[in-house]
């Protein structure tokens, strides 16, 4: 149900860069927490040959016990009676998460994006809480747009790799929120 209503996001950017440049574009890139606005952003492009790219809150570092990347350091497990990727201890107890998003700040995630990484594709990695902050103030600096601390993570991504991508290569970056909900928690780290 969440895939098809969030899905109105996917099916908005195909119709639109269908007519702006006529054609796909090369990645797709968005945050993953729970994950619903990254599957209907997918969701309308799958089966096209696109990079798809989720990024997680990855906190102080994947190799720290302080980051929310599910996906990228979890192991399946259900949560809320539904099988997937979580982050748990060696008795399957759920662990806690941290990021500075409070939307990336979960355990677990959409089933359909456990389905995606290991069945379609799909590449999950992490941006660090410093990564996105560095985004966040680019992306203000910038554009003049304030994104919120989610989709910042994602941003993160672009900015560390569109360096090394071919020239003319067309990336969409699903902005899911707005930053100023978390300007009290930017404010005196940027």
């Known amino acids: 149900i969440v895939r098809d209503f969030q899905s109105v996001i996917g099916n908005e950017t195909r119709e639109q860069i269908m007519q702006v440049v006529h054609r796909m574009p090369d990645v797709l890139v968005a945050c993953v927490g729970g994950g619903s606005n990254a599957i209907g952003f997918f969701y309308p492009f799958l089966g096209e040959d696109i990079h798809m790219i989720g990024v997680e809150g990855g ?111 067309i990336v969409i970056v699903n902005i899911s929120g707005r930053g100023d909900k978390d300007l009290d928690i930017v404010e005196g780290l940027i």
């Open 59 to 169: 906190g102080l570092g994947l190799d720290t016990d302080k980051h929310a990347a599910t996906l990228c350091q979890g192991r399946i497990g259900v949560l809320h009676g539904t099988m997937t990727y979580l982050l748990q201890d060696a008795d399957g107890q759920v662990l806690p998460t941290h990021s500075i998003s409070a939307g990336l700040d979960y355990p677990g995630v959409g089933p359909e994006h456990s389905f995606l990484k290991d069945e379609r594709g799909v590449v999950y990695t992490s941006a660090t809480d410093s990564e996105a902050l560095d985004a966040f103030r680019t992306t203000c600096h910038v554009e003049g747009i304030m994104p919120a601390l989610e989709s910042a993570h994602a941003l993160a991504y672009v900015l560390a790799t569109a360096p090394k991508m071919d020239r003319g290569s």
